[in-house]
């Protein structure tokens, strides 16, 4: 019943922008926080960014991340963004998003439902 869509991924070179978006579709969106995951060829996943269904809607993002990235709702359509600057190609890798019944969590085992992922290559 619950569905994670993501899309907006592609090749990009370094130092470029892309935004992800993932649309949901089964669920009470405003009460799941969501995230984002990637992972790369040959490696696990792990954690992007997460932004909580509360109020505040407050946001946590991986270390690398390095002020580049920005994760984003829009509780009215069920979307949830990332926009993705200044990319490396240390940062291609399947980018999945990712809703959790928890308040706030940044902990994969704590997300209930996941997308399919899309890719995002980055060239050098």
């Known amino acids: 019943q619950v569905q994670l869509v993501e899309s907006g991924g592609g090749l990009v070179q370094a130092g470029g922008s892309v935004r992800l978006s993932c649309a949901a579709s089964g669920l009470t969106f405003s009460n799941y926080t969501m995230g984002w995951f990637r992972q790369a060829p040959g490696k696990g996943r792990e954690f992007v960014g997460a932004i909580s269904w509360g109020g505040g809607s407050a946001t946590h993002y991986a270390d690398f991340v390095k002020g580049r990235f920005t994760i984003s709702r829009e509780n009215a359509k069920n979307m949830v963004y990332l926009q993705m600057n200044s990319l490396k190609p240390e940062d291609t890798a399947v980018y999945y998003c990712?809703?959790?019944?928890?308040?706030?969590?940044?902990?994969?085992?704590?997300?209930?439902?996941w997308g399919q992922g899309t890719q995002v290559a980055v060239s050098s």
């Open positions: 990712a809703a959790s019944e928890v308040p706030f969590t940044v902990l994969d085992r704590a997300f209930t439902y």
